[in-house]
């Protein structure tokens, strides 16, 4: 079984540690570690999908 972020969207858990990018028109950065949850997007406050810009 992978590992890797599939499904990545305001209230789901991180899986997978990274550098994440909202797929709103933003394009808000933030930072994940394992278990966390991701946030709604910093600037429109909307629920958004996380691409993983970079693993770390
Ligand atoms: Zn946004």
């Known amino acids: 079984m992978s590992k ?8 789901t858990t991180c ?4 550098i994440y990018r909202s797929d709103c028109a933003d394009k808000e950065r933030v930072t994940m570690a ?3 949850s ?3 997007c ?3 406050r909307k629920a958004v999908g ?3 810009a970079v693993a770390t």
């Open 4 to 11: 890797t972020q599939t499904d990545a969207r305001t209230d």
């Open 15 to 18: 899986i997978t540690a990274g």
């Open 34 to 36: 394992v278990g966390d």
């Open 38 to 40: 991701f946030p709604r």
């Open 42 to 44: 910093p600037s429109c």
């Open 50 to 52: 996380w691409e993983l």
